[in-house]
């Protein structure tokens, strides 16, 4: 059972997203347990600050590190307590595989400016969703839980979906396809239709080494590549340096 703890002061943000597909499906299972926390809940004077303005002067307004750091230590104990902010590191599914594997992950939200730098010490890793500024942290913290939690044995139905995925491999997903077989004139690969598990596994293989040399070939660097895959790049390369017909 993985279980994750929110916090955030718009927990409402969060409570409908755990109510439908296989999320609610997964905490019904008791396979993971979603709690959500309102960081107002632990601000103590009697308006229930959680913010303030900034030292130094400059716009918005930034959480206070008494009122956050209460609310993160009355989670404890957490294997994890993730900061979720642009400066952190990454989400890619290394970490996401690496924090499936923990017992309890409390996802900190921030709002307006941020937080104030120093609750960087009571958390055990920043983490950013991407190179860009949420207006808060909670689509962050959803992102988390939605790329781990379908790691969890018995979240996704069949336990083989994940290993293919985009990324699993270090390589992006071969294309899909389902039926019809026939949509505007675009036609279904025919491999796919041919029965023959072999050919489809090496169609797949080849169009997602393709399609990453393509569009992430910085990706390659650290995909986990056999020989007939480094043939097949080499062979995808040279059909590419070759002068068109
Ligand atoms: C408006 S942002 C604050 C941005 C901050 N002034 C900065 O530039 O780093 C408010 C909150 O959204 C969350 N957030 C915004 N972008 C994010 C991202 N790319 N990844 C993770 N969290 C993010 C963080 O929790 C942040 O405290």
């Known amino acids: 059972m993985l279980r994750y703890t929110v916090l955030t002061l718009f927990p409402r943000l969060i409570e409908p997203w755990m109510q439908e597909a296989l999320l609610a499906k997964a905490v019904q299972r008791g396979l993971i347990e ?9 601000a103590k004077d009697k308006h ?19 009122v956050v ?5 009355d989670q404890l104990p ?3 307590v993730i900061l979720l902010t642009p400066a952190g590191e990454p989400l890619r599914q290394p970490l996401a595989e690496e924090l499936a594997a ?24 920043e983490v950013s969703i991407g190179d860009f500024v949420l207006m808060g942290g909670e689509v962050a913290a959803l992102a988390v839980i939605e790329a781990t939690a379908r790691l969890v044995p018995g979240v996704l139905g069949d336990p083989e979906s994940h290993r293919l995925d985009s990324f699993s491999w270090g390589l992006l997903d071969y294309p899909q396809y389902t039926r019809p077989p026939e949509f ?5 690969p025919e491999v796919l239709t041919s029965g023959h598990h072999g050919k489809v596994a090496e169609w797949r293989r080849r169009e997602a080494l393709k399609r990453t040399l393509e569009r992430r070939p910085d990706l390659l660097a650290h995909a986990r590549l056999n020989p007939e895959d480094l043939r097949l790049l080499a062979q995808l390369d040279a059909d590419e340096d070759a002068p068109a017909p």
């Open 34 to 42: 979603i709690r959500v926390r309102d960081i107002r809940n632990y």
């Open 48 to 66: 229930r600050q959680v913010d303030d303005y900034p030292y130094g002067g400059g716009a918005g307004m930034v959480l206070r590190p008494d």
């Open 69 to 73: 750091v209460a609310a993160i230590e």
């Open 78 to 80: 957490a294997d994890e």
């Open 102 to 125: 923990k017992d309890h992950l409390v996802l900190v939200s921030g709002r307006y400016e941020g937080i104030d730098a120093r609750v960087e010490n009571f958390v055990t890793r």
């Open 184 to 188: 505007r004139g675009l036609k279904v």
